[in-house]
């Protein structure tokens, strides 16, 4: 797509600062919260409490998909051992359907509180495998490739440096502007990541 | 309150075991920073492996061949080559089973319950205790998938539909077993998978050849360390570690309601559930201390697992150590004040009946005596005597196991039906490759995987909070 006729090389990805150390960093995030980006990031090794605010992000849904999960686990559970063990006879289950009601040991065919383990286990097996999938699918992971990868300092982000990206999409970028106002905040080194 | 020393990142201290309320001691030592801390845990996992680890490696893998040729044996010739039998009809299956699950509930106890509480200490142990659990539920896996007498219709536990109407047997706890124990292995393999990506990332960026940056980079799921991600990953971290922590109190309950729902003396116990989390969790502690005292010396990582973690953890093995034995001596009580003369004979006949020695009394030593040296704090610093205690653990806690199933099943209630429990060359070899399998797998995650959670590591250092290199004032933000 191209945008217009100056325009020759591959797109404009965004530009990474990188900092050295918490100090430089938190001063740094503040000014671009109170620059208005909004299509920006910060990289870093670990996750740094209280980022969130500095920046301006919102807190996830992520608790919300884990709730149904687990709600949905548990009725599961409900239905796996209720339905099949119980089946529709002297039971509050509206089905009409039988499963496999087996009398043992004149044990009553509606032994909710021995079927509490079960139900239990499946609660918790819906609920933890939705929030690591959930939490994948909101982060956009598996993403085996992204611009910021082709910069060689950039692999720092992992190990002992941060990063402020501010991306091309940005209503307020400009590659000029944005360069010398990231200088300014302190940054180690500028870099021009193309798409 | 700017009592803290600040020399603590320049020099060296060797002991961060004090408790001096006004002086918080490091988590870290050494005058380690970010990079370094990086390096250390990185070079494991990318440079070539130490000669202790490939002998280690390579024995443990000939006793791990050993066992599946020994499961193939069994297969084609069947359960009778142990030494179950009537009236012992579960024997070292289910010993080794409860033993190795209970084995691996440090991991698990490590990671969440020690997360919700915010001990920051954990953040050096967690990655490998986690590892350690999911071999151990490997290995604890087996025995009952080979212990049913047909595995190749293990399948038949699960919950299928099926033209046979056979359908299993939810009011049994050896079904709530299959639901709990797979469940388990599950979250607890995702737990520590998820936990891994970032540090999986740090190794890929750092890797120079192509094979090993395409291996760790389809691993790390391009995991690039956005602080947007981190929210997510923190919250379902914290959210993983919540579900976590009543899955580990449930599976271990719940391998003891195996005995517990029984009518039988010395299992029919109300006791059994918090018993057995706290004799599993006193076991896996054993293990974890094991597996870290050697590995931080092997793999030179005695600046982030210190003194401190190994005091904490004899701490925590001591504590549980004492709610054994005292469930063991609420057993006896229970026993004598229940008036049940099926019971009372029992508990006479644990201590001094056929397995007094090679059962009671072995149980009795090495969990309830031997570990009580673990008060002393001289003890807790040598490593030699840390090694003593947690290796008189890990076979007390298999013994106690042993006098469970033995001693209540070879004296029921029917005199004419007693028998004495005879194990097999095949009992005692199994079990021992067994830990060839454990050995193998946590030997190939040593040398491939982070064995330290490095993102978390750092995120309990100095260094991770602002102002950190103006006032040296701070009580560790990160503790809070």
Same mark, same amino acid.
């Given at each position: ?14 530009i ?15 000014k ?18 209280? %980022? ?8 996830t %849904? ?31 289950l ?9 009398? %043992? ?9 021995a079927w %509490? ?5 499946l609660?918790i ?13 909101l ?31 940005d209503p ?8 010398n ?6 940054a ?8 | ?5 600040p ?7 060797s ?6 309320p006004? /002086?918080?001691p ?18 494991i ?6 000669p202790?680890?490939?002998?280690a ?7 791990a ?16 080559? =142990? ?9 070292? !299956?289910?010993?080794? *089973? ?12 490590i990671?969440?319950?020690? *997360? ?11 990655r ?7 071999f ?7 025995? !009952? ?7 190749w ?10 033209q ?9 706890p050896?079904?709530w ?14 737990f ?28 790390? +799921?391009? =995991? ?9 990953? /923190?919250?379902?971290?914290l +959210? ?12 271990h ?8 729902? #029984?009518?039988? !003396? ?14 599993a969790?006193y ?6 201390l ?6 931080r ?8 697992i ?31 004040? #229940? ?8 508990? +006479?006949n ?41 290796? #008189?653990?890990n076979?007390?806690? =298999?013994? /106690?196991?042993?006098?469970i199933?033995?001693?209540?099943l ?13 194990p ?9 490759? #067994?830990?060839?399998l ?6 190939i995650?040593?040398k ?14 100095p260094?991770?909070h602002?102002g950190?290199g ?5 009580d /560790?933000?990160?503790?809070?």
């Open positions: 797509m191209a945008a217009d006729a100056t325009t020759t090389g591959p797109d404009l990805y965004g990474i600062a990188e900092f050295k150390d918490m100090d430089t960093l938190m001063p740094a995030v503040r671009c919260r109170d620059e208005g980006f909004e299509k920006w990031d910060v990289h870093a090794p670990f996750p740094i409490h209280g %980022i969130d605010e500095e920046m301006g992000v919102k807190r %849904i992520l608790p919300y998909f884990v709730l149904v999960a687990g709600l949905l686990g548990m009725s599961t559970g409900i239905i796996l051992t209720v339905y099949t063990m119980a089946g529709p006879i002297n039971t509050w509206w089905v009409n359907l039988e499963a496999y009601p087996y009398l %043992i040991s004149g044990k009553p065919f509606n032994s909710f509180a %509490i383990p079960p139900i239990f286990e609660t097996l819906f609920s933890a495998f939705t929030a690591v999938f959930a939490m994948l699918g982060n956009g992971l598996p993403m085996l490739y992204h611009p910021l990868f082709k910069s060689q300092n950039f692999r720092r982000a992992t190990a002992d440096r941060f990063f402020i990206c501010v991306e091309a999409r307020r970028f400009d590659p000029e502007t944005t360069s106002f990231l200088r300014d905040l302190g180690e080194s500028l870099e021009i990541i193309e798409e | 309150m700017s009592t803290i020393n020399s603590y990142i320049t020099s060296v201290p002991d961060n075991t004090y408790d001096d006004a /002086e918080r490091p988590l870290i030592t050494g005058a380690n920073d970010f990079t370094s801390v990086t390096d250390k845990v990185v070079d996992a990318l440079g070539k492996p130490n202790i680890w490939w002998a490696f390579l024995t443990a893998s000939f006793f061949l050993l066992f599946f040729i020994q499961i193939g044996i069994l297969f084609v010739t069947g359960v009778g080559i =142990w030494g179950n039998n009537q009236p012992v009809s579960w024997g070292f !299956p289910i010993i080794n *089973f409860v033993f190795w699950v209970g084995i691996g509930h440090a991991g698990t106890l990671s969440a319950i020690l *997360f919700l509480f915010r001990q920051n200490w954990r953040t050096s142990i967690n490998f205790a986690e590892a350690m659990t999911i151990a539920v490997v290995c604890a896996g087996i025995f !009952p998938l080979i212990h049913v007498g047909r595995p219709l293990a399948f038949w536990l699960f919950p299928y539909p099926n046979m109407a056979m359908w299993p047997q939810f009011r049994s050896l079904l077993d299959v639901f709990a124990v797979s469940t388990y292995f599950s979250v607890s393999l995702a520590w998978y998820v936990g891994m990506v970032p540090d999986l990332a740090t190794i890929r960026d750092r890797a120079k050849n192509r094979l090993t940056q395409m291996f760790y980079g389809v691993l790390a +799921l391009g =995991w690039n360390g956005s602080s947007r991600h981190w929210q997510r990953f /923190e919250r379902m971290y +959210l993983l570690a919540a579900l976590a922590t009543p899955l580990v109190l449930s599976v309950s719940v391998v003891s309601f195996d005995f517990a729902i #029984s009518q039988l !003396p010395g299992w029919h116990t109300t006791i059994f559930p918090p018993y057995f989390v706290a004799g969790i076991g896996g502690f054993a293990m974890v094991t597996l870290a005292v050697p590995s010396a092997i793999f030179g990582i005695q600046d982030i210190t003194p401190r973690h190994i005091d904490l953890m004899c701490k925590v093995m001591l504590g549980t150590g004492l709610i054994v034995t005292f469930a063991y001596t609420v057993e006896f009580f229970v026993a004598a004040y #229940s008036n049940h003369h099926f019971e009372q004979f029992l508990f +006479l644990r201590p001094f009946g056929p397995y007094k020695w090679i059962g009671f009394w072995c149980m009795f030593t090495l969990n309830c005596v031997i570990p009580q040296i673990l008060w002393y704090k001289p003890c807790r610093q040598n490593l030699w005597t840390v090694m003593l205690a947690a290796m #008189s653990v076979a007390g806690m =298999w013994f /106690e196991r042993y006098v199933v033995v001693t209540s070879h004296r029921d209630f029917l005199p004419s039906s007693w028998d004495d429990f005879q097999t060359f095949y009992d005692f070899s199994m079990f021992a490759c #067994s830990f060839g454990f050995f193998s797998l946590f030997l995650f040593l491939v995987l982070p064995i330290v959670a490095i993102a978390e590591v750092k995120s309990v250092m260094q991770a602002e950190h103006h006032d040296h004032g701070h /560790e933000k990160g503790g809070a």
